[in-house]
């Protein structure tokens, strides 16, 4: 069976901290997306990614293709990153035809 | 447009009614996706179409959804006989093949 599975469901941080956000897939896949929602918001893809790593700003995603493993980093965390981040795994030789994980919820305290 | 256009954003209707969902993608972007999310579920892929291809329909929960893409570019979702377990967001997303994901804001369907 296809799963995703993502750790933490809940996370609280100060401001100012850094954030790790894990996923695990338990297939092979053809990528890894990492999204982002805000509360009562739509949804915006922060990472798309196959191997390796990337960075935007103060994002960092990760991925272990022989551990299937990704990780999601926040530098320097804001309030305003407060919000649902998703992990969701590209399957069947399609990059976007994704299996989603339940979600972190993360809140920011300044 | 500049991003993925759905309508409308709201519908209520009531059980055993059908429904159309709209998606107006990016322009140029070859590949469209269907996506549900609800409170029970979490969010699940329902169908997809690239370019020319028949479309991939394998997320499609019952023979009471369809969806068609017409001239490459909008897309309806429909949905026949809804059922309260129906209840969702209805999100569409678009994208170059391959490539980076830009969702709608979805179709918040409500089924009395």
């Keep these: ?110 | 447009g500049a991003g993925v256009s759905q309508s409308p954003s709201n519908k209520v209707t009531e059980k055993g009614k059908d429904v159309e969902l709209r998606c107006d993608p990016i322009s140029g972007h070859t590949a469209l996706y269907w996506y549900r999310q609800s409170l029970g579920q979490g969010l699940e892929f329902l169908i997809y179409f690239q370019g020319n291809s028949a479309p991939d329909k394998s997320g499609l929960p019952s023979d009471r959804f369809s969806a068609e893409r017409t001239g490459g570019s909008v897309s309806t979702l429909t949905i026949q006989r809804t059922q309260q377990e129906d209840s969702a967001v209805y999100l569409c997303a678009s994208s170059r093949y391959p490539g980076e994901l830009f969702f709608g804001e979805g179709s918040r369907l409500t089924v009395l």
């Design chain 1, 1 to 110: 069976k296809n799963e995703v599975e993502q750790s933490p469901q809940n996370l609280t941080a100060q401001e100012g901290e850094f954030i790790t956000i894990n996923c695990s897939y338990s297939v092979g896949i053809s990528a890894l997306h990492w999204l982002q929602q805000h509360p009562g918001g739509g949804i915006v893809s922060l990472f798309m990614l196959s191997s390796g790593k990337k960075k935007h700003g103060r994002l960092i995603a990760t991925i272990n293709i022989q551990e299937k493993h990704s990780s999601l980093h926040i530098t320097a965390s804001h309030p305003r990153d407060s919000a649902v981040y998703i992990c969701a795994a590209g399957y069947g030789g399609a990059t976007n035809k994704l299996i989603f994980g339940t979600g972190t919820l993360l809140a920011v305290q300044p």
